[in-house]
C-alpha cells in the first residue's frame, strides 16, 4: 500500500494493516501490535526520510512480516532516550514488540522489516 507523504495517512495504514490481518485470521491482542509498529515505521519513513512510504505485509510459515519503504538510504538508529525526552523511543518499541527487525537497502532506498513470529497459528 502507498501512502502520502503526510503523517495524515497514518490512519489508512493502520486500517489497512487491521483489515488484512483480520482477512488472515490473526488474533486481535497481535493486531494491534502489528499496527503500532507499522505505524511507527510509516511515521518513521515520512517524517525522517520525507518520502512517501510503501507499506507491505506478507507470510513467511506461520510468521508475519511488515515491510515498510522510503526513498531514503539513511539507515534507522535506535537512540539512547533520556526520560523526558519527547521522541526517540520508536524502535525500541519495534524493538520490544516484534521478534526480529532489520533493514534491506536498494537502488531507490531502503525497506525495514519486522516480523512477528507465529503470528499465523
Do not use: Y
Not at 44 to 67: K, Q, W, Y
Not at 69 to 98: F, Y
Amino acid at each position: 500500500m502507498q501512502l502520502a507523504p503526510d503523517v495524515a495517512s497514518l490512519g489508512a495504514g493502520r486500517r489497512f494493516v487491521a483489515q488484512t490481518l483480520r482477512e488472515w485470521d490473526v488474533d486481535e491482542a497481535r493486531i494491534e501490535s502489528v499496527q503500532l509498529v507499522a505505524t511507527e515505521l510509516l511515521a518513521n519513513a515520512i517524517v525522517h526520510a520525507c518520502s512517501a512510504p510503501v507499506l507491505s505485509l506478507r507470510t513467511e510459515g506461520s510468521d508475519l512480516v511488515v515491510g515498510v519503504a522510503d526513498e531514503s538510504r539513511k539507515l534507522p538508529v535506535a537512540r539512547a532516550v533520556t526520560t523526558d525526552a519527547a521522541g526517540g523511543r520508536g524502535l525500541l518499541m519495534v524493538e520490544a514488540l516484534g521478534d526480529r527487525w532489520g533493514v534491506d537497502t536498494n537502488g531507490a532506498g531502503k525497506v525495514v522489516w519486522v516480523i512477528f513470529s507465529d503470528a499465523l497459528d
